[in-house]
């Protein structure tokens, strides 16, 4: 094929961000907003455009690839090392995901990146080795690097983390808002914070460390329960463990709150906190919480996407 599409998800972490870092478990999943990311053979060298900008990416360089499409660029070298040769490629790309807060869409630029150009040289790759390869490139370009965003965007569906590895859930059909603040965060600071006052409150952090652990282990027994009402309120007493842990905002709060009065079974502050998004559960009264989010920030709704990257069309 001279030209396709290759699409992955972005996430939103359900429960057990920062614990995660410390070991105790998170669940995590695909949301149905995607980055696609077309390739065609074309010339010689890598072209990449989206939104109007366009460029010529050098690749091959030493050290971390810098510069606007640094994961792309990153994904691009990857496939090419993994399929064992190169080829002249333009890539468009298309997001719904909002840069910079908690969604994932650096990992869902990496893996559709990585899909698009490894299918185009005609090479096949399993959803692992996609979350592995996706891991390196981000591993690459930002230093340090959880495997979460990458696998659950190569898998799709729900994932449980643990023991630094994963574990497929069968995910309920849960109806969800995510409420975007538009406050930009670095996800490194964050866990800076965290990691400050670990070794300030060493015992006092551990256990509210412990409890989210708790928590993340009665929702996946809830997950396999298909309770919402229930996994809504285990939502509610995350968010306030990671409110104790420092990394909320009186903005996350603030649609946390409004949230669960306008009906939601449950709401808490998604990924690294700081800015970045909130989520919640809303079942039953979805336009209300949607319609209640709208009125002071950028909210969206989303469900869990069964399908992780794919090759469109
Ligand atoms: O980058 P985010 O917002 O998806 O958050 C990452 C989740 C953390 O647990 C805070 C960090 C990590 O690497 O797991």
Redesign the pocket.
Known sequence: MSMLTASAPGKV?LFG??A??YGRPAIVCAISRRVRVTAELAGDGVVVEQRGVRQRLRLGGEGKPRGRFRYVAAAVEEAFREAGRRTGVRLSIRSELPEAA?L?SSAAVSVATLLAVLRLLGAEVSPGRLAELGHRVELRVQGAA?P??TAISAHGGMLYIHGGGYERLTPPELRLVVGDTRVKRR?AD??ARVRSLHRRHERVVESLLDAIGAVTLAARGEVERHSARRLGELMNINHHLLEALGVSTPELNRLVHAARAAGAEGAKLT??GGG?CMVALAQERHGEVLEALSSSCSAFSVEVSAEGAVIEG
């Open positions: 972490i961000e920062h995660v870092v908690g994932g959880s979460t965003d996800t964050l866990v990924g690294a970045g």
